[in-house]
């Protein structure tokens, strides 16, 4: 059973920066496309990025394009997102998992909150 397990996530003023990683246990990580989500309060969870195994295809939630950036470094099981000129619409508990048909079984996630 594959463990994610997210860090990074905390309070941040508008405008600020945060970098979000995730580390996955378990050999298959490398061949899978992985994705941040995230859950802002009282709404549903969300996908806003993603990456493939490679790293060569990326994709974004409109809102978040050109402000987030998602990686990964295989060798080491991780996917990061670099979070800059953050807004406070951007409040959640922020979760990776995989890009397409997510595992079950979700981390415990890493709350992001941006003060006006």
């Known amino acids: 059973q594959v463990q994610l397990v997210e860090s990074g996530g905390g309070l941040v003023e508008a405008g600020g920066s945060l970098r979000l990683s995730c580390v996955a246990s378990g050999s298959i990580f490398r061949f899978n496309s992985m994705g941040w989500y995230r859950q802002p309060p009282g709404k549903e969870r969300e996908l806003v990025a993603g990456?493939?195994?490679?790293?060569?295809?990326?994709d974004y939630k409109d809102s978040v394009k050109g402000r987030f950036t998602i990686s990964r470094d295989n060798a080491k099981n991780t996917v990061y997102l670099q979070m800059n000129s953050l807004k406070p619409e951007d409040t959640a508990v922020y979760y990776c998992?995989?890009?397409?048909?997510?595992?079950?079984?979700w981390g415990q996630g890493t709350r992001v909150t941006v003060s006006a």
């Open positions: 998992n995989r890009r397409h048909s997510p595992f079950a079984s």
């Open positions: 990456i493939n195994s490679s790293g060569a295809l990326i």
